[in-house]
């Protein structure tokens, strides 16, 4: 995954972060991220995007390497999120010949991040512009929610080149061996998860070009079998599920309500399905959780009650969840409480809220630990889980 050749007048100069351990001070990253950045001699020579603040140093040295003496006539901003607009100022203090491009909402943001006097020093573009290098030329493509408002795409008409912002990104250092999918999705569904409409908006602009490579502001350079990644990004737009099966997501405080989802888990395997998977959301991450949860079609949320509420790593869960837009799923409850059970009222309360959610039924109440009696209910559930993936 590691190969940023790209070619003769197109050039990587991104930067690897492997000592980053959390990226947006939220997502945990054990094999780090790329900041990508790429720059296109020709007639006219044109720097895309520069990196974030923790890699400045090293991207600045690859720039000027990259350039060897000549000057930049463009800086495109395709997106103004710090990890990759965070040298802009410096870049345009020290390259006072260029030009940054951009779209209104862009230069907006520059206002709003830097003190920065572009008068007479930049290019507005809109839906469709050419910026003619030369033997090249790219094409912009606003992608207004993919996934900040002033986020556009450049296509570079010549190698047919996608230079896809934030679309196509993944975690990991490209020096990880890993492959995309997984990352790649966890990347997706919890950072552009919620623009699932604007990113089939791309995704109609995208269809409409002949696409050779992809090159996105995270992870490695797509340039072969460049369905797949449509493929997949066409299922994670639409909220399909990837796998037909069951993700038991549970909160437990002192085992009980584990041993309950890991009894579920039993009963559903007996009748049949194959493809069951237990995450305990104490201990999980959460960006992980949140991937598992659109994978499957269908899932069981199980429960301790808390405070009259719910154990709150399952309440983080779930509100995390209905902020990426989960839908087009079933979903089965099991709660615990040893003298108020709340845990099924409140997560079915966070559930109502979410589109095209079927709730089933029954709602099993476990008090404290599971006894003769509540298995009946949980085999009850278990088949309703079962029935439910026929519809």
């Not at 493929?231 to 085992?255: D, F, R």
Request: with cysteine; hydrophobic share 40%; aromatic share 10%.
């Amino acid at each position: 995954m590691n190969d940023t050749h790209i070619s003769d007048s197109v050039l990587y100069i991104g930067v690897n972060d492997r000592t980053l351990d959390l990226f947006e001070s939220q997502y945990v990253v054990p094999n780090g991220v790329s900041y990508n950045s790429y720059v296109i001699l020709d007639e006219k020579v044109a720097v895309l995007d520069t990196v974030d603040a923790r890699a400045s140093e090293q991207w600045f040295a690859n720039l000027e390497q990259a350039l060897a003496g000549e000057p930049v006539d463009y800086l495109v901003v395709s997106h103004m999120e710090p990890d990759h607009a965070a040298n802009v100022e410096r870049f345009a203090r020290q390259h006072p010949e260029a030009v940054l491009v951009g779209n209104a909402k862009t230069f907006g943001m520059i206002a709003q991040f830097f003190d920065l006097d572009l008068e007479g020093r930049k290019l507005e573009v809109k839906e469709g512009d050419t910026l003619d290098l030369g033997q090249h030329v790219l094409q912009f493509f606003m992608a207004p929610m993919v996934h900040w408002p002033e986020v556009m795409v450049a296509y570079e008409q010549t190698e047919k080149i996608l230079f896809s912002a934030d679309g196509f990104g993944k975690f990991g250092a490209l020096d990880a061996e890993e492959g995309w999918d997984e990352e790649a999705a966890r990347y997706y569904l919890n950072i552009v998860g919620k623009y699932g409409v604007q990113v089939q908006g791309l995704l109609r602009k995208a269809e409409k070009l002949d696409i050779r490579m992809i090159c996105p502001l995270h992870g490695p350079i797509l340039r072969d079998n460049l369905g797949h990644y449509l493929e997949k990004y066409q299922i994670w737009s639409t909220y399909q599920p990837e796998q037909k099966g069951v993700l038991i997501a549970y909160a437990s405080i002192h085992g009980n309500t584990a041993k309950a989802a890991q009894l579920l888990a039993e009963y559903l395997g007996e009748l049949g399905e194959e493809h069951v998977e237990l995450m305990d959301l104490s201990r999980e991450d959460l960006s992980l959780a949140v991937r598992k949860a659109f994978y499957y079609d269908r899932m069981v949320v199980a429960a301790a009650t808390y405070d009259g509420g719910v154990f709150p790593c399952m309440e983080e869960f779930l509100q995390h969840i209905r902020s990426k837009n989960y839908q087009k799923r079933t979903v089965g409850i099991l709660e615990n409480g040893s003298w108020a059970p709340m845990a099924g009222k409140v997560m079915r309360g966070l559930l109502e809220g979410m589109k095209d959610v079927r709730i089933l039924e029954p709602v099993v109440t476990v008090k404290s630990a599971v006894k003769e009696e509540n298995r009946a209910a949980m085999k009850e559930l278990a088949q309703s889980c079962v029935d439910s993936a026929a519809r």
